[in-house]
C-alpha cells in the first residue's frame, strides 16, 4: 500500500462538480484524486502507472448506471485488494446487496456528509481496519421513529429512555450525549414522534457535515447581497422550523464564533439573518446532540459555559454498547429480522457461538457498527443462521478460545450476584427483571404482565414501589 501522504484515489464520476468537491475533500487527508468520466477508462486506468499506485476508488452508480455492480466486479477482479466505495443517491438495500456482493467495501448514499466520507475512506484503507472498525456498511434500512424502536433492557438504558420519553412531552431545549453509533439520531426522532409537535416537520442539521464558514448561514439565513456569494436570500432553520422541531447533531463541532449568537436565539426566541436589520421570533424545540460531554470542552474553554446551561435543562446520557452487552442478543435478533425483510436478503437465525462472540467484542462503533457487521454477515451467509465462522474479522480479533468468546447467559441483563460474591436484594433482582421484560416487549404493558404472570395492576403498583419508569 502506498504511504500515507502518497494515497491515489480513482473518482469515476462524470460531473464537475461533485468531483471537484469529493477532491478537495480527500485532499484535507493527504489523498490525491485522479479523476475519470466513464467505465471504460476506468479498466484501461488500472493497468497504468498511476493505475498501480492507487489505494481506494470511488465509484459513482449513475456513471456505469444499470452495470455499476458489472464494473465494481471487473475492477475487484483486476484487483482484488482494492478497496472501492460505490457513491448513489439510491437508499435500496437491494443495490447494496448486489455492490457488496459484487465486491464493493462501502456504499455511501448521496448527498454524503464530509466526515463520513473520510471516515469511509479511513476505514477502506487504514491497515488495522478490520481491528478499528470492521469496515462497517453504512447501509440505509427503514426504521421506526419511536420508543418501541429502542431495544434494550440495560437499567443504564432504560434510565435514559425514561428521561428522553419525559422530555419528549415538553418543549424546552434537551441536550444527548453518547458515542458515535449508540443511538442519538434514532432517540431525537423517537423524542419528536412522541412529542406535541409530532405532525410537524423535524429537520437534522449535523453540524461537523457543514462547512465551518457556512454554519451561521444555514442556521440563521442570510440577506441578498450580505456578503460576497451571498446572491440570493436565505432563510435559516431556526426560521423554517417555526413551530417545528431543530435537532443540531454533533452540536460539540459548532465554531465558537457562532455559539454565542446560538444562546442569544435560544435565549430570546428570536434570530436574525446575516445582513438583516431585524430580528425574527421563533418557537423552535431544540434538541442538541453530542459524541463529545459538553461539559468538558466548556472546561477547556472550547465551549461556552452558559450556551452548555441553556441547551440542557434536560440532559440525557446514551450509554455505548460495551456498557450493556446483555443487550446484544436482543439487539442482535431485532437487526436480524429487520435484515430479513429487506429485498434480496432473508430472515436468518443465529447461534449462540455466534452471540457469544459478538458479546466478547467492544464496538466502538457501538449499535450502528452491530447492524452493519449483521448486514454484511447476512449478505454472505449461505445457510439458515449466522454462526462465529459467519464473522472472521471477530474472529480474527478475539480468538476462538472460551476465555474471549464467553457463553451468553440466559438471565442476559439481570446480575445475580454483587461484587463481592453474594447475592442481591431480592428487590433489586424483580426490579431488574421487570426492566428486562418492558425492554424486551418494547413497553406493551400488557404483553409484560402476561409474559410475568402478573395482573396488570399487579405491574404498576409494582413499578411504583421499585420507582420504575415504564417508558419504552
Known amino acids: 500500500m502506498a504511504d500515507l501522504d502518497q494515497r491515489l484515489l480513482m473518482l469515476i464520476d462524470d460531473e464537475p462538480a461533485q468531483s471537484r468537491l469529493i477532491s478537495a475533500l480527500a485532499a484535507r487527508e493527504g489523498w490525491r484524486t485522479l479523476i475519470v468520466r466513464d467505465a471504460e477508462t476506468a479498466i484501461a486506468t488500472l493497468g497504468t502507472r498511476q493505475g498501480m499506485q492507487l489505494s481506494a476508488i470511488i465509484l459513482d ?30 437508499t435500496s438495500p437491494l443495490l447494496a446487496v448486489e455492490a457488496m456482493r459484487a465486491g464493493a467495501t462501502d456504499y455511501l448514499v448521496k448527498p454524503v456528509a464530509p466526515d463520513r466520507l473520510m471516515h469511509a475512506l479511513r476505514s477502506a484503507t487504514a491497515r488495522e481496519a478490520a481491528r478499528d472498525e ?54 431525537i426522532r423517537a423524542m419528536h414522534a412522541a412529542s406535541p409537535r409530532a405532525r410537524l416537520p423535524l429537520r437534522i442539521i449535523n453540524i461537523g457535515g457543514v462547512p465551518a464558514n457556512s454554519i451561521e448561514s444555514v442556521l440563521f439565513g442570510h440577506e441578498k447581497g450580505a456578503f460576497p ?21 454533533e452540536i460539540d463541532r459548532l465554531p465558537e464564533s457562532v455559539q454565542d449568537r446560538l ?71 431485532f437487526f436480524l429480522a429487520r435484515i430479513g425483510e429487506q429485498p434480496g436478503l432473508r430472515e ?6 455466534a452471540l457469544s462472540l459478538l458479546a466478547a467484542y467492544d ?36 480468538g476462538t ?46 404483553e409484560v404482565a402476561r409474559r410475568l404472570g402478573i395482573g396488570r395492576s399487579t405491574l404498576y403498583r409494582k413499578l411504583s414501589e421499585l420507582g420504575i419508569d415504564n417508558a419504552a
Open 134 to 187: 470492521l469496515a462497517p456498511l453504512t447501509e440505509k434500512m427503514p426504521s421506526n421513529p419511536d420508543f418501541e424502536s429502542m431495544i434494550g433492557a440495560a437499567p443504564n438504558f432504560r434510565k435514559a429512555l425514561a428521561v428522553a420519553a419525559k422530555a419528549a412531552r415538553g418543549h424546552g431545549p434537551v441536550l444527548i450525549e453518547g458515542e458515535s453509533g449508540a443511538g442519538k439520531e434514532m432517540l
Open 401 to 446: 478460545g472460551p476465555s474471549t468468546a464467553p457463553q451468553v447467559p440466559e438471565s442476559a441483563g439481570v446480575m445475580l450476584y454483587t461484587e463481592d460474591g453474594h447475592l442481591r436484594p431480592l428487590e433489586e433482582i424483580e426490579a431488574d427483571v421487570i426492566r428486562l421484560a418492558i425492554g424486551l416487549y418494547r413497553g406493551r404493558m400488557t
Open 61 to 90: 452508480q449513475w456513471v456505469p448506471g444499470d452495470d455499476a455492480c458489472a464494473l465494481i466486479s471487473e475492477l475487484k477482479a483486476r484487483r482484488p485488494a482494492l478497496p472501492i466505495l460505490m457513491l448513489t443517491a439510491s
Open 348 to 353: 436468518l437465525g443465529i447461534t449462540d457461538g
Open 263 to 333: 444562546l442569544e436565539a435560544v435565549k430570546k426566541g428570536d434570530c436574525r439573518p446575516i445582513g438583516a436589520r431585524h430580528s425574527f421570533r421563533v418557537d423552535v424545540r431544540l434538541i442538541a446532540a453530542s459524541n463529545l460531554p459538553l461539559a468538558d470542552l466548556a472546561d477547556q474553554g472550547h465551549f461556552m459555559p452558559e450556551l452548555l446551561t441553556a441547551l440542557s435543562p434536560t440532559k440525557v446520557l446514551l450509554p455505548p454498547l460495551r456498557e450493556r452487552t446483555g443487550d446484544i442478543p436482543a439487539l442482535t435478533r
Open 363 to 398: 464496538w466502538p462503533g457501538n449499535v450502528r457498527q452491530l447492524q452493519a457487521v449483521l448486514f454484511r454477515a447476512a449478505v454472505f451467509c449461505d445457510g439458515d443462521a449466522l454462526t462465529s465462522e459467519d464473522f472472521p474479522q471477530l474472529l480474527n480479533i478475539l
Open 229 to 249: 456569494g451571498a446572491f440570493d436570500r436565505q432563510v435559516g432553520a431556526l426560521q423554517h422550523c417555526d413551530g417545528a422541531t431543530l435537532a443540531l447533531d
